[in-house]
């Protein structure tokens, strides 16, 4: 399904799957997905559901149950605390004066921020952000396993960041696996998001106008290739009362993939227009949920922002611009919703 982008001629090519969803079911309110799964895209019914109850501990996509041990509002607030200060800490430092941003995105930008946040780190922390281990959890937890297995502390005056300090703390294996569990709930996917949201704008708008700011170009980035494009909610007794083609048994899936391009909620909702921002609220619009429901916002869109921001101001900087030569661009069924292997180099 193309979009629409300067040059007219580049395309995005979705999974079949997101092809499908967006197919068929684009301006709907609500429709069947499974025998027990109901999607929901309509902007008033999903804002009741997500509404209707806190998510549980299962469906809350950073700080699932580690190891089986639950994981505590009151404990994931702190960590998401601890790696905001370090995310700070990297703004406030100079910048790295030969960094390259060209080449392929996001994976070029994930590695920038993992070495600008997390650069002081001690390598078997610093693996953990590596993109491979989204392949299987097995790999994960075998690097983690490995990595736990021998005791480390922070050496006086060292710079290393606080989300470190969950691993410098841990009194045995089973406490550093979870701590190193942790470090990577918390910090990789901060990374993976941005530098997937920054791919997305490129993308879709590069080479950019100089009157467009950084924060519109990320918010329209966000409507039309949101990196969470869904939100599940299992099956609830607090459902069925809203709607009554919710069953007892069924689960909920809220896609903000297709809510954000409903024609009745937006003007031209396929094509790029960065400039619709000057005039929405990106807290108040209706049917936008790129950091969740009002109710349950992200903890870490305070963070993603500003390195967004970051990562734009460097590229334009720098004169960097997609590869015109690259017509095509796919957006794989994964976690985050995004293009791979977009080519960014310098302009002409």
């Known amino acids: 399904m193309p979009l629409s982008s300067p040059p007219a001629a580049r395309a995005t090519e979705f999974a079949p799957r997101l092809a499908a969803l967006l197919r068929d079911h684009t301006g709907k309110d609500a429709f069947r997905l499974e025998p027990d799964t109901m999607g929901v895209a309509g902007p008033e019914l999903a804002d009741r559901i997500l509404a209707a109850r806190r998510a549980t501990e299962t469906e809350r996509p950073t700080f699932k149950p580690l190891h089986g041990r639950s994981i505590e ?205 000057d005039h929405l609220d990106p807290d108040t619009a209706p049917g936008y949920l790129p950091f969740g429901h009002s109710s349950e916002r992200c903890w870490g869109r305070h963070m993603v922002m500003p390195l967004a921001e970051l990562l734009l101001d460097l590229i334009r900087g720098a004169g960097l611009v997609v590869d015109p030569g690259q017509r095509k661009a796919k957006v794989p069924l994964v976690g985050l919703l995004g293009v791979e292997d977009v080519r960014l180099v310098h302009g002409r």
């Open 73 to 277: 509002r009151n404990e994931a607030s702190s960590v998401m605390r601890i790696i905001g200060r370090d995310v700070r800490e990297a703004l406030e430092k100079p910048l790295p004066k030969e960094a390259d941003l060209s080449g392929p995105w996001p994976i070029t930008g994930h590695l920038f921020l993992r070495d600008l946040i997390l650069g002081d780190d001690p390598y078997r922390l610093r693996i953990l952000m590596s993109r491979n281990l989204e392949l299987t959890p097995k790999l994960t937890w075998s690097v983690i396993a490995a990595g736990a297995a021998i005791p480390w502390r922070k050496k006086p005056g060292a710079r290393t960041t606080g989300i470190s300090g969950l691993m410098a703390e841990a009194a045995g294996y089973h406490d550093r696996r979870y701590a190193m569990g942790m470090y990577r709930r918390a910090a990789a996917p901060l990374c993976f998001t941005v530098s997937t949201l920054v791919a997305n704008a490129l993308w879709l708008g590069s080479p950019f106008d100089d009157g467009v700011s950084n924060r519109n170009l990320i918010h329209e980035a966000a409507r039309l290739l949101p990196p969470s494009w869904n939100i599940l909610r299992y099956a609830s007794p607090e459902y069925t009362a809203l709607d009554e083609r919710i069953g007892d048994g069924d689960d909920i899936l809220v896609l903000p993939l297709l809510s954000h391009r409903d024609p009745a909620l937006w003007e031209d909702p396929e094509e790029f227009r960065p400039e619709r921002w």
